[in-house]
């Protein structure tokens, strides 16, 4: 992980210079004890690779350019541990409530055991029920839903898909792709991207991918 959170680091290093706009937010680095913490505190499974991930200080990069020709975002608003504390607070008190009387209850499951990974709506969330274990990388979106589907099946693959995004958030990825094509630190082809066909599928009524 430490790998991949310094190509991201250089990454966005060369797209601010390119865009010359962008908002940075420093987190610091959570310690193992802390990670053990709130795992225990929350009896949640939280796998390796995201204990690396929050053991790790790291810059929050987020682009936005919204002109007459282009329209994109680059970047997650990730979190440091005390939010990601909060929120899980959040989800489970306040919001796993409204699914638990659902016929299907994976987003009651879902909303009950996730860790949120990032804030702005739609929302990164890793599934970390400790009975299953079951991996997975969900987007929650505004009102509470989330596709059944999951982006990757572990943090590792989604952050290497993404980066080879050009760590693309949302909106219209072509024009996008034109800024970060040779730049992107690591490549796969956009059609077997499974970040982009997550995405893809999401709103295929509103963005074109391919």
Not at 62 to 80: M, Y
Not at 86 to 99: K, Q, T, V
Request: glycine share 2%; with cysteine.
């Amino acid at each position: 992980m430490k790998d991949l959170l310094k190509l991201y680091d250089e990454f966005f290093k060369t797209l601010s210079k390119r865009v010359e706009e962008s908002n940075t937010q420093i987190i610091e680095a959570a310690s193992p004890d802390e990670v053990d913490n709130l795992a225990s505190e929350f009896n949640i499974f939280i796998p390796d690779d995201i204990r690396s991930y929050l053991c790790e200080p790291k810059t929050v990069y987020k682009i936005k350019r919204f002109t007459d020709t282009e329209e994109w975002e680059a970047g997650f608003d990730f979190l440091q541990i005390d939010i990601i504390r909060r929120n899980i607070s959040m989800y489970r008190d306040d919001l796993a409530p409204i699914y638990e009387d659902e016929d299907d209850n994976f987003l009651y499951n879902l909303h009950l055991n996730c860790v949120p990974l990032s804030f702005a709506e739609p929302a990164l969330v890793y599934d970390a029920d400790p009975l299953i274990k079951k991996p997975g990388l969900y987007l929650m979106l505004w009102d509470g839903e989330a596709s059944f589907e999951p982006i990757a099946p572990d943090f590792t693959t989604f952050f290497t898909h993404w980066l080879a995004s050009g760590c693309f958030r949302g909106r219209e990825f072509k024009k996008y792709w034109e800024v970060v094509k040779d730049i992107v630190p690591i490549k796969i082809p956009l059609n077997e991207n499974l970040w982009l066909n997550y995405y893809s599928r999401l709103y295929k009524n509103q963005y074109t991918i391919f």
